[in-house]
């Protein structure tokens, strides 16, 4: 999977409770750490997901999640998320998330995402979500 065309990077540090008893980064830690920089990704185009909840009603949830583990990610390692959108529809979007130590990749996801209101219902992404992603 290459990301050509970033759209966020985030870092993090591996403490050591993100790993396992054998001093790898523990498989389901993975999840939280594309969640957090899916997170981000948003941060910094403007939108805070507390507060679409709060003033629009809306959230996003996962449907869909794919992984690829490709090699462990350990105890003090620096690793970096690369997150951009790969597309997006009415309601739904795919997100390419690579998690990478240095320029060795370590894992591979492929995360899609609903737009729903505070009754689970799927709605359509916000306009201004969209602008500014057009930009």
Request: hydrophobic share 40%; glycine share 6%; charged share 30%.
């Amino acid at each position: 999977m290459s990301l050509p065309d970033l759209g966020h990077r985030t870092d993090y540090r591996i403490y050591y409770e993100d790993t396992d008893a054998a001093g790898m980064v523990y498989y389901a830690n993975y999840l939280k750490f594309a969640e957090r920089a899916r997170t981000e990704w948003l941060r910094s185009l403007g939108f805070e997901q507390s507060l679409l909840l709060k003033d629009e009603g809306i959230g996003f949830v996962v449907h869909h999640c794919e992984i690829d583990f490709l090699k462990p990610a350990k105890l003090d390692d620096l690793i970096t998320l690369e997150t951009r959108l790969q597309e997006l529809g009415k309601v739904r979007m795919t997100m390419q998330q690579v998690v990478k130590r240095g320029d060795t990749i370590l894992a591979e996801l492929s995360v899609g995402l609903a737009c729903v209101d505070r009754n689970s219902k799927p709605v359509r992404w916000p306009q201004a979500l969209i602008s500014a992603l057009e930009k």
